[in-house]
Every structure is written in structure tokens, then in C-alpha cells.
């Protein structure tokens, strides 16, 4: 199902012309990515770090969007939105029943969610124990001091990024 939601905004992708509509477009893939990157994991930890490298990059790009393009509406065609909206719908349709077997419609056991949270566990307890326990402090305490070094080095009084004429 997220596959299929990928597809759709790839397709989405070719009648968006405004920068922040194309922006939002990268953060809901960004956000599907992560999240198939995740459910293919033991662990959710890759897939949020990997959520908050791209959120970061994301936002850098939309801030810079925002100050260059102007202030103007973003109009959509309605044909397209329609042509958009009855492929992805048959697309999906078509996807969903090609790829589903009669099987998993039966499935009411969730063994597997048992076992992913099991490895999930150990693995977030490991990273708590003694010898690795003292990374994590460090690590936390240097993020903390890099918060404060830079929240010194910008300049509050400066204003916005955007210069008002």
C-alpha cells in the first residue's frame, strides 16, 4: 500500500509547477521512504534517522524557496487534478488486487509483530547498557553544547532571511 502511495506522488510530480507544492510532494515521499525503509527493518531506528537527515535538508530547501519565490497562488488545473485522481485510483486498484493474495485476507495472527518488537527490545537495551551508555551521555552532551554555541553565533536582531523593500 505505501508502494502504491509512492507511485501516486511520483505522478503528482508532473503537474505541480509552484516550489512549496513540490516541496510538500518530497516530504510526504520522504516520510513514505522512511517508512518502508522501517517496516523492512528490525528496527525503526534507521528509518528515523534517515527521517530526520532528509526533514533537515527539506526544510533548508523550503526556507530557501520561501525567500526567493514570491508570495503568489499556487492554482491547480482541475482536469489534471482529475486525471491525477482517476489513475492513481485505478493504479492503486489495479496494484492492490494484482499483489494481495486470498491468503492474507484471512490473516488474523500477528506473530510477526511480537518477534519485531522482541528484536526492537534488545536492540534499544543494548544501547543503554554500560560501555555504550557512555557514548550516548557524550553524545547527548555535545549535541546539547552545539545547541548553545550556535544559538550564540546567529543573531537574533538580525531579522528575517528575507530583506522587506
Sequence with gaps: ????????TIFMFYW???????GLILLI????VTMLVG???????????????FMGGVLVLVMYVITIA??????????????LVILSSALST???LYFLPTS???????????IKSEISMKMLTSIYTFPNFIMVLFLGIYL????????????????PMRSSN
Excluded: A
Excluded at 1 to 8: A, G, H, N, S, V
Excluded at 16 to 22: A, Q
Design 70 to 83: 514570491n508570495n503568489e497562488l499556487t492554482m491547480m488545473n482541475l482536469s489534471n487534478f482529475l486525471i
Design 1 to 8: 500500500m505505501l508502494m502504491i502511495l509512492l507511485i501516486t
Design 94 to 96: 489495479l496494484l492492490y
Design 29 to 32: 515521499q520522504t516520510t513514505i
Design 144 to 159: 546539547f553544547y552545539m545547541l548553545i554555541i550556535i544559538s550564540n553565533i546567529v543573531n537574533i536582531t538580525e531579522g
Design 104 to 114: 492474507q485476507l484471512m490473516v488474523s495472527d500477528f506473530k510477526f509483530m511480537k
Design 39 to 53: 517496516l523492512n527493518s528490525p528496527s525503526f531506528w534507521m528509518s528515523y534517522i534517515l527521517f530526520l537527515v
Design 16 to 22: 505541480l509547477i509552484h516550489p512549496l507544492s513540490l
